[in-house]
């Protein structure tokens, strides 16, 4: 990656009677950034910045959002545009690559994914390790980690060849896992990866079929996953991404990174909220219910949230949302749910949400959870199955972001430091005199 931020002036910090001068940066759009790398060199100070909330990380040039307007692009493109019109395999172009392919490109980025979607055979043994019933997210978290350990002609990651292959093959077999996380658990036998499929429908086969019945994929449910998959691609500098480039700045592997990623993904506050969410609508269960569950969420002794509202960076509705409320629409006519309980809880209680003071003075909206969850549903995947898919898209945006990292010449190993409380020296105590 060629850094390009410019500078644009300095800003002064006096500590202790000592004045610095602090550059400050400008990127193409977004806020301006203060340089504090020589803070500590100066003043012997650190930083305080728990949870990074006016940190910036890294240079980048993947993925821009303005929180406050409620906009998200990659590589300059809104969501929703790509949404409507791109496919989730050029969206993996644009975002690996930084510009849309050309009809050629993308046929033979097509083809090369297509064809290394299947997994060596003695790794569907490795699943048999687990607890019939072990969560999908815990063996996506093994086996995308154990990638590495059957794909040892990739893991050199200062040959730009094998850090190529290492892409292609995350982003081609992420899926084929994950069927295969949804069918163990299922009790059910793998289903392989067709060829003539594309990746969407053939994840949901994989999904779906049974060596007794095949799946007839439904046009309708396959361009609605993938738009799924375009809308979980990539969202900055997540806890997820940041444990992916974390990770990834010590040299580690990009198959061990991203099974981090997985592992961070998996939490309620980030891609768990989808399954917390649905679970929430389930508990609520009807619309008289839901002043009282308000109620609870405003109690701040109650621990209840909102799942599916409130975002670290999107102060306004997030993009992701409206695309995903009416792909949730489009999926209930597919499948022939006219009535859903759910989604009536939904609407409802978004309208009331959105209408309450406690949610408008903190500037809570509804986030792409809100409705993933009941579209997900619909398509016949259980709750279990849901922060998978959301780690399946991602993959994409965590090696692309892997890769940018890699690639700055900005890069350090991260290793941020911390405002020490704990106790100060003192002498070790034997047993007997404790
Ligand atoms: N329900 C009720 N109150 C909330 C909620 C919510 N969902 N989210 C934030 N608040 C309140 C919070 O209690 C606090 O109130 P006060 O100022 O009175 O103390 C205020 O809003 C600010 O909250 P915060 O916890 O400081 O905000 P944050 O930026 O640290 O948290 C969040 C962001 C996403 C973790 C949080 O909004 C949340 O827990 N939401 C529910 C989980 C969820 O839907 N997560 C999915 C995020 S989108 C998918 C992804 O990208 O992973």
Request: contains cysteine; negative net charge; proline residues 6%.
């Amino acid at each position: 990656m060629e850094n390009k931020v410019k500078p644009n002036g300095s800003a002064t910090l006096e500590v202790n009677g000592k004045k610095i001068d602090l550059p400050i940066y400008s990127g193409s759009i977004g806020p301006d950034v203060l340089d504090i790398r020589k803070l500590y060199a100066e003043t012997g100070m650190f930083t305080y910045d728990p949870g990074f909330t006016s940190t910036a990380s890294c240079e980048s040039q993947i993925t821009y959002i303005d929180g406050d307007a409620g906009v998200l692009m990659h590589r300059g493109y809104p969501i929703d545009q790509l949404a409507e019109n791109s496919s989730f395999l050029e969206v993996c172009y644009l975002l690996l690559k930084g510009e849309l392919p050309n009809k050629e490109e993308f046929a033979d980025f097509e083809y090369t994914i297509t064809r290394h979607t299947m997994v060596h055979a003695q790794f569907d043994r490795f699943f048999e390790g687990f607890r019939r019933d072990s969560h999908p997210m815990a063996v996506m978290v093994a086996a995308v980690g154990a990638l590495s350990a059957f794909y040892h002609d990739s893991l050199n990651i200062h040959d730009p060849v094998q850090r190529k292959v290492t892409q292609n093959r995350l982003i081609a077999k992420v899926p084929t896992l994950a069927a295969r996380a949804f069918k163990y658990w299922m009790g059910q036998p793998f289903i392989s990866p067709r060829n003539d499929l594309g990746y969407a429908a053939n994840f949901l086969r994989m999904c779906f079929a049974v060596p007794a019945e095949d799946y007839v994929v439904n046009p309708v449910l396959a361009k609605a996953m993938d738009k799924i998959f375009i809308l979980h691609a990539d969202h900055e500098q997540n806890a997820s991404t940041s444990t992916v480039r974390l990770a990834g700045s010590s040299e580690a592997n990009p198959f061990a990174c991203i099974a981090a990623g997985i592992a961070s993904l998996w939490g309620p506050a980030h891609g768990g909220a989808n399954e917390a969410c649905l679970k929430m609508l389930e508990e609520i269960g009807h619309v008289d219910n839901i002043p009282s569950f308000i109620e609870k969420v405003k109690d701040k002794n109650s621990g209840v949230r909102l799942m599916g509202f409130g975002h670290r960076v999107y102060k306004n509705y997030d993009p992701r949302a409206k695309v995903m409320q009416k792909a949730c629409h489009e999926v209930l006519e597919a499948v022939g749910i006219k009535d859903d309980p759910l989604l009536h809880v939904a609407v409802e209680l978004e309208k009331i949400a959105l209408s309450d003071p406690y949610f408008i003075e903190r500037k809570l909206y509804p986030n792409i959870d809100f409705y993933s969850g009941i579209t997900l549903k619909a398509m016949g995947f259980p709750v279990e199955m849901f922060t998978v898919l959301f780690a399946l898209a991602r993959t994409v945006g965590w090696i692309s972001q892997w890769t940018e990292m890699y690639e700055d010449p900005m890069q350090k190993i991260g290793r941020p430091r911390q405002i020490y409380t704990g106790a100060t020296k003192r002498d070790y105590v034997p047993f007997d005199k404790r």
